[in-house]
């Protein structure tokens, strides 16, 4: 009995398996996810973009010839764009649609070209009542309102 004892050996416990370093797989998954992460923001930040870019674009394309045709397109442009944003302002008109306008811009509409805008689609086309000035204000104005509001 005493000849078997040199034989036994103390029971080694293992060493703690670490966590790092990570294996590769994982490092792909992680790379994935943030992968993804990204390109979804990407890709709202380039719808969000792309309402607001395609809008502006339409601004820039309307003629200002005629200011009272112009003034009923660039109307049109951000009643439309209320349609999609603010549903309770598309049925404002007159000073009630002035002033929500102004309620959502820094910059407020002057009282020349809020009255032009106003009056856009009850004045003959023909009258020289607004120019080309008043246009351009009332573009630059949209062109801030669909900035920060789109």
Known sequence: MNDNLPELRDIHIPLEVSPFPVAYGWWLVLCAVILLILMIQFALYLRRYSKSRYAIKLLQN???GNAVY?????????????VYKYKNATTLQGKEWIDFLNSHARKKLDRRTGELLTNAP?????????????????????????????
């Open 122 to 150: 009850y004045i003959p086309r023909d009258t020289d009542l607004y120019n080309e000035q008043d246009v351009e204000r009332l573009r630059g104005f949209c062109k801030n309102w669909i900035g920060e509001n789109l």
């Open 62 to 64: 309307i003629a200002s």
């Open 70 to 82: 112009a003034a009923q397109q660039m109307s049109e442009i951000l009643r439309r764009i209320c």
